[in-house]
C-alpha cells in the first residue's frame, strides 16, 4: 500500500507564494477528485484545509487553495504567514487498496 | 459540529492487547453515509491507516495489521472501538480517530492519544 509521493520540505519567506506537490497514480490522485489535505502543528491533531480537490472547509483562510493536474494534485499556500508552519499531507481516494484511501508521506513547511 | 474523543490506556505491556474508543459527539454514529477510523502516527513519522467501520459493522482493515485488530461499534453509545494484539514496541504511536464521508478522505479528527508499549 505505497504512500502518495510529497516533497520532504519546502519553505519560504513571509508573504510568499509556496506549492506542495503531492503524486499519485490514475488510480487514485488521477483518477478521481477525491484529494485532501491536512495541516499538522506538533503535538496537534492533523486539520482538514482542502477536500475534493478544491474546496475549503468553513473556517479555512482563502490563502489556501488546491488545484490537480494529471497524476499530480497540488497545495498553494499564498501570502506565507508564520503559523502556516506546519507539516502538510495529502491523502486520496484510491482503487489500489482495501482501505480506498491513501495518504501522502508529509511535507514540512518552513517559513523563513 | 462532530467532535471526537479518544480514551484508553497510554501505557500497554508488550504481547498484551491495546483498546481504545473513541467518543462521538454533535452527530450520530448511526449515519450511513460515514466511516469510522483508525489512525495513527509513529513518532516523527507520516499518517499511517488502521481501519475503519460503518455504523453496519462492516470493517476494512490495513493488511499488515488484520491478524491482530478488531474494530466494533456500539451505535448505543456512539462509540467505536479499537483492539489491538500481540502489541510490541512498533505499535508505539499516537491513535487517532476519525471521521469520514466515502469516497473522501477524513474530515474530522480526535485529538490523539499516545499509546506506549512498555513493560
Known amino acids: 500500500q505505497s504512500a502518495l509521493t510529497q516533497p520532504a520540505s519546502v519553505s519560504g519567506s513571509p508573504g510568499q507564494s509556496i506549492t506542495i506537490s503531492c503524486a499519485g497514480t490514475s488510480s487514485d490522485v488521477g483518477g478521481y477528485n477525491y484529494v485532501s489535505w491536512y495541516q499538522q502543528h506538533p503535538g496537534k491533531a492533523p486539520r482538514l484545509m482542502i477536500y475534493?480537490?478544491?474546496n475549503r472547509p468553513s473556517g479555512v483562510s482563502h490563502r489556501f487553495s488546491g488545484s490537480k493536474s494529471g497524476n499530480t494534485a497540488s497545495l498553494t499556500i499564498s501570502g506565507l504567514q508564520p503559523e502556516d508552519e506546519a507539516d502538510y499531507y495529502c491523502s486520496s481516494y484510491t482503487i489500489s487498496t482495501n482501505l480506498g484511501v491513501i495518504f501522502g508521506g508529509g511535507t514540512k513547511v518552513t517559513v523563513l | 459540529q462532530v467532535q471526537l474523543q479518544e480514551s484508553g490506556p497510554g501505557l500497554v505491556k508488550p504481547s498484551q492487547t491495546l483498546s481504545l474508543t473513541c467518543t462521538v459527539s454533535g452527530g450520530s454514529i448511526s449515519s450511513g453515509a460515514y466511516y469510522w477510523s483508525w489512525i495513527r502516527q509513529h513518532p516523527g513519522k507520516g499518517l499511517e491507516w488502521v481501519g475503519y467501520i460503518y455504523y453496519s459493522g462492516s470493517t476494512y482493515y490495513h493488511l499488515s495489521l488484520k491478524s491482530r485488530i478488531t474494530i466494533s461499534i456500539d451505535t448505543s453509545k456512539n462509540q467505536f472501538s479499537l483492539k489491538l494484539s500481540s502489541v510490541t514496541a512498533a505499535d508505539t504511536a499516537v491513535y487517532y480517530c476519525a471521521r469520514g464521508n466515502y469516497p473522501n478522505p477524513p474530515d474530522y479528527w480526535g485529538q490523539g492519544t499516545l499509546v506506549t508499549v512498555s513493560s
Open positions: 475534493e480537490v478544491t
